[in-house]
């Protein structure tokens, strides 16, 4: 094209920049602007905006901003990619200083500069921010758009106001696929799968057919609070519609069986999908670990290999645990060795916390010492606990000492680090030294929590702990249960003869 001697125009430039960035080519976007600014072509405002967006994405800047500077008569497109460059690179701050400045100029800004700017509120989960900024997007009337509601939503859902979010939600008078996933996303979210699901049913009936994105989400959701009924329900959902082969909604099914005990849906989803991935692969590894199964995790950590999966760091972490928990120490060491030679990746405490955990529990304290005290860095609590329960078990006094005086270094307004020094002392018999410890710090042993149980009855999860109540109508729950278990025992001693006994 220069060879034939024809110009580039500002369309000609804008479809380099694009190519550049799509190819992650900073020389070559550095050579562009180069010819752009021989070309006295800096204060267009069209190419100076794609220029600005360009540096955006490749994080750099100071050179954004200096082509920002360089503009002159800049257009509301040329501040928006300003204030988006400072959001994508979470200096909230400059964007809404650039806002500011944009403002008193005599830009009002559009749906744009408001979903910029909603996004940089969640970025920094401030609620003044974000309030502040929906009061203006009322004010300017883009309070019925679609995309910048939505936003104002996923803003509102990040800093877990789902009061708001629903709020903003509800009021939309049209709803697209992107405001009903972004609602799904933020009961997601904050957890609550039982109103995420509410939602799916709803934009079922609405004739809107979620996409993998959203189906993701409400497994994730119920998943995290074990809602078994609507995670099948979900899973159903999505072997009629054909997003069981997605890897997003595949994944997430497999995570959220693992955390309900199905390891056996765990298994089945994952063997729906098409083609596995990394996530995939340790998802499945996880739950093996998880659920005590450590010849499977290492069957399918081994399966993901020669499937040419290259492990991560998390991978490692998962087949390490499986090692740990099936006092496999050959293979433990076997796997370590190999993530640190063969694929260069460097342990992070907790794969230490594992390497530790394994040689505790096979006895071998000394090794298991070697690597707490040659860690490249300062062991945490949770190796240190580890260490701890191994020298407990195997009865070794004075590491166990060593260990708990570490703890109490590491984290000394803990109570339950005293309680373990104390438990130390009188498993050797020290009493005097164990009650010692224990009125070290008065007021700081606070009662300890009890663990809860919950169950779910008539589509509704009930909760309750040891030696107390957490809702009002524990007892009224509990006790029709109780009495239907008593009619069946009584039904089956009445059936069965007496002779057979």
Partial sequence: MLEGNVKPDRITYTGLFKLCVDMDDVVGAKMLHCRVFKEGRSEDCFISSTLVDLYGKFGLVHYAKSVFDCVRGRDLVCWNVMISCYVMNYMWNKAFEVYNIMKINGYKGDDFTITSLLKASATVESYNLGSQIHGTLCKQGWDVDVVVVSALVHMYAKILCIVDARKAFDELVFKNMISWTTMIVGYGRCCDGKEAANLLRQMLHKGIVPDELALASIVSSCGNMSMTAEINEVHAFAMKTGHLGFKSAGNALVSAYSKCGSIAFALQCFNSILMPDLVSWTSMIGAFAFHGIPNKAVEYFEKMLSNGIKPDRLAFLQVLAACTHGGNV????????????????????????????????????NEAFNILISMPMKPGPDALAAFLGSCKVHENFELAKWQTEKLLELEPSKPVNYILMSNVYASVGAWSNASKIREMVPGKLSKKIAGCSWMETADKTHMSASKETFFSNAAATTQPVLGILHELVVKEHSATPVNAV
């Fill in 330 to 365: 050959d293979k433990g060491i076997h796997y370590f060795t190999l993530m640190v030679k063969d694929y260069n990746l460097v342990p992070q405490s907790e794969h230490y916390t594992c390497l530790v955990d394994l040689l505790g529990r096979a006895g071998l304290l």
